[in-house]
């Protein structure tokens, strides 16, 4: 059946940028290209076929990605291969963006395709391997949900299960809506028909996917949903349900109310606030004020008063007085997040927040950033101390890449959980199983402790 594809005796290999969608989708392209017949592999030297799925959201991971593709022109392809040059494409939002600009600038890759035709690549791949010529395939929105296309996932005990892609919130510093287009819902039908199949394959857990997966349903039914998707996924019997990420704007009571009913539902919640100043907010179009994010932090505690909180903050955005800053550091010591993601603003032409004039300088936001990272780290700490002396089921991930002496997996609150592997077992029989482990330390970013059988 895959000798007759271009892709026969072929390998390749995706590097991923950015988020869980781009993640996803890098699993995706894996279970279309092994479909066909292409051999996945793990490193660039030995593939004949390269794709970058690519993030833009920041600056940093823009030049990273030139940078990479450029350098690629000096990697021999193995001798071995099947074709004469090394096949090299570009998709995600960076192929979204710049379309044919990018071969302009790397005349060296063949391939560009965008967020909403995965479903092409194939044959675009196809037709670069026998002509050796640039295939560009960027349309401006998906015609429908992809739903029918294979995945490769990366552990068969977890999957990623979008239900809804784009986004229409419009935050003023955020490409992703020029990028990822308007957001569409995807039926609940094949929500649930694919969460059945993954509970079938023995899969622990899913983690619902989408831009602000709380507006699920708007454009299907005129309301969210997205309290009935969380009810229909436990149903299916799935172990452990999450789901990213959250807009606090439209995250109901309903919703808060079911970490407290629904028994699947894991303790934690990623819930970005971005700012703590109401100033900032506002110029951020984020719509709710510091006060509105507490009061959602107040009821989720008050559902789960040991729910692990994490978010997102931005540090500098334009106009960012020392004040709105201080505001922010307040929002943060008050909730007492597990974890925090911290950005320092990054100008993304064409978005409104980039003709904000601004001149803070680089120095005074660094400060600012450091202060917030030390700030989080001894946070992080303080939490994860009301776990030692704790059990703890962990969904047992594998072997540390640090120490293969150690077993690595996530706890419900989503810590890293260090443990021994215990004698007569291995990490590879204990992967994807969950197991208590009694914790002995916390750490700020891991626990560790002992299996108790
Ligand atoms: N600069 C810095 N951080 C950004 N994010 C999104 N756009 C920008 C930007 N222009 C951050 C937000 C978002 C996370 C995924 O990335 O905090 O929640
Ligand atoms: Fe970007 Fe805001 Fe949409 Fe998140 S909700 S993807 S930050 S525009």
Redesign the pocket.
């Known amino acids: 059946m895959t000798t007759s594809t271009p892709f026969f005796g072929t390998t390749f290999h995706v590097v991923t940028f950015g988020?869980q969608m781009n993640k996803h989708d890098s699993e995706r392209i894996s279970g279309m290209l092994e479909g066909l017949g292409s051999l996945p592999v793990n490193s660039i030297p030995e593939a004949d076929i390269v794709i970058y799925m690519t993030c833009c959201?920041?600056e940093a991971a823009d030049v990273r990605l030139y940078g990479q593709v450029a350098s690629l022109k000096n990697v021999p392809l193995r001798k071995e291969s099947p074709l004469t040059k090394r096949i090299v494409a570009v998709g995600g939002c960076i192929g979204q963006r710049d379309g044919e600009k990018l071969i302009q600038k790397l005349p060296h890759l063949d391939v560009v395709f965008g967020t909403h035709n995965l479903v092409s690549l194939p044959s675009l791949l196809g037709e670069a391997i026998a002509d050796c010529g640039h295939h560009v395939e960027v349309l401006d929105s998906a015609n429908s949900f992809p739903t029918e296309l294979p995945t490769s996932r990366e552990h068969a005990w977890a999957a990623w299960l979008p239900i809804t892609i784009g986004c229409n919130n419009f935050c003023t510093?955020?490409i992703v809506p020029y990028v990822r287009g308007r957001e569409k819902s995807r039926a609940m039908d094949d929500i649930v028909s694919e969460a059945r199949s993954y509970v079938a394959a023995g899969v622990k857990e899913i983690t619902l996917l989408g831009q602000n997966v709380n507006s699920y349903g708007r454009d299907l039914y005129g309301e969210p949903r997205f309290a009935d998707v969380l009810d229909a996924i436990d149903a299916t019997g799935i172990e452990r349900l999450r789901f990213a990420t959250s807009h606090p704007k439209d995250l109901t009571d309903e919703v808060i109310g079911k970490f407290a009913t629904l028994r699947s539902l894991m303790p934690a919640l990623h819930l970005?606030a971005?700012s703590g100043s109401d100033k900032i907010l506002e110029a951020m179009n984020r719509r709710y004020t510091s006060a509105h994010y507490l009061e959602l932090v107040r009821k989720l505690r008050k559902a789960v008063p040991d729910i692990a909180l994490s978010t997102?903050i931005?540090v500098g955005f334009p106009g960012e007085t020392e004040d709105d800053f201080q505001q922010t550091y307040d929002l943060v010591k008050q909730v007492g997040y597990h974890q925090v993601f911290t950005?320092i603003?990054?100008k993304?032409e064409g978005t409104p927040a980039a003709s904000i004039p601004d001149d803070t300088p680089r120095e005074v936001i660094q400060d600012r950033f450091d202060r917030l990272v030390d700030l989080v780290q001894h946070q992080a700490f303080e939490r994860n101390q009301a776990d030692a002396g704790r059990t703890v089921p962990v969904l047992v991930e594998g072997a540390s890449r640090r120490d293969a002496r150690l077993l690595v997996g996530k706890s419900p609150k989503n810590q890293t959980v260090h443990a021994p592997i215990p004698q007569g077992t291995s990490a590879e029989s204990l992967a994807g199983s969950i197991q208590n482990v009694r914790v002995d330390q916390a750490k700020t970013w891991y626990l560790s402790g002992q299996v108790v059988r």
Do not use: G, K, N
């Open positions: 988020c959201v920041r510093y955020c970005p971005q997102d931005i950005f603003y990054s993304r």
